[in-house]
């Protein structure tokens, strides 16, 4: 037996870096009281004050009101071990480092300490459930909840049963993600990297091919992007967009650029050149473009003001 999705009353989290605070605020937020904790001091030191600031960015824009601020951060309790994130919650979703032997040694930990009944969900951008449960006593109560970065703005969450994954649990999470305004879809096969992380990995490797042999200028590159697929695609899917333009001109059209596309199966050259000069991104600064530190909050402060609207305009 798994909790149904109105008995879950609390929630825990395991991990509170960039995905972990989010997830914990989006509970939060629809009315769920949250125990949250991570290995790391620093990180669960801060984890209030991010989760305030965030919300002060929702509140600026009138997604939620003012009082909501303090009343969210009020349901968070950040606590030092897993065993008291676990205990007495019906739902908890672990966001660690993407390391496949430590997300399964915390199922194994998590199960010692949480109710029978108690779902148990992660975060991961990759690994199948039937690996990480593999050490699970009931791993019938396990599943990936996928969500995407900010969580607390990004309507998808991708649901990946695993192969003794229950029914039950499915719509437990199913339930409980559309009740806090979610947009859960099933990935019925568990492919490595599930349905976004696969399509953006896709696009991604046409994108600094594009880059790497001069065909446009970084900022052009993104601009055209922006203007034209992210435009369409912020609510015409891709399937639909080509039912739109018509599969005969869609078939003659990838007849003739396919074999044009890169088709390696290794990262990028210029893309490992940048990480190997220490070329992070944002977070050191440079990346394809370059960054100072103000620069990045405001980007980030802008990023989230836009998705607020579009949420507002496509969502609620
Ligand atoms: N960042 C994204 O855009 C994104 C999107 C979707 C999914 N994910 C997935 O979410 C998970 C977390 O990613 P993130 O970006 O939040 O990483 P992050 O590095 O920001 O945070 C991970 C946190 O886990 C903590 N941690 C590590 N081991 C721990 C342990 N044994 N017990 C408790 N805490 C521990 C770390 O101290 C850190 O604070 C990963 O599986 C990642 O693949 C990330």
Redesign the pocket.
Known sequence: MVVSATQVKKVGV?????????IAQAYAQEGYPVTI????K???AGVKDRIKSNLKTLAREKLVPESAIEETVARITVVDR?EDAVRDTDLVT??????LS??T??FHEMEKFCSPECLLA??????PMTEISAQMVRPERAIVT????P?YLVPLVELVPGEKTSEETYKTAHEILVKIKKVPVKVQKEVLGFLI?RIQTAMNREVYHLLEIGAASAEDIDRAVVTSLGFRLAFLGPLLVRDLAGLDVTCKVDETILPELDSSIKANRLLKEMVDRGEHGAKTGKGFFSYTPESIAELIQERDRRFIHLLQELYY
């Open positions: 395991i991990g509170a870096g960039t995905m972990g605070h989010g904790t991570d290995a790391a620093p990180a669960l897993l672990e966001a660690v480092f993407e390391d430590t997300k040694k915390i992660s975060n991961t951008s990759s690994f996928h969500w995407m970065n969580p992380n």
